[in-house]
């Protein structure tokens, strides 16, 4: 598994800009718990903490509701609500999905 954090200011409809980016890798069996320790580790290797919420696809943690898995963060968490939102979640697959073809 990978997962990409993408740290970004967004407004209503678009990023205005990225300022960082965390990456991890797992091997492990990609299990709800599983998926938000690699997604944590990724969030812990962007060049800043966040200050904004964690967002995510609901699917990325097997359609759990938001509360449950954002116990599992520091910083608030939430599913994709914007257009920007959903902008930078896609920049993140991006970001994660050409981490997985350099690496295999």
Known sequence: MVAAAVAATVGAARIRSVTGIGLDTSRREPTRGNTVALVRRAVDDLPAPP???????????????????????DTEFKYVESIAERETVQAAHHVAYATRKLLL
Do not use: D, K, L
């Open 51 to 73: 200050t904004g919420a964690i967002v995510a696809e609901r699917g990325e943690f097997y359609e759990e509701p938001a509360q449950t898995v954002g116990a599992s963060f």
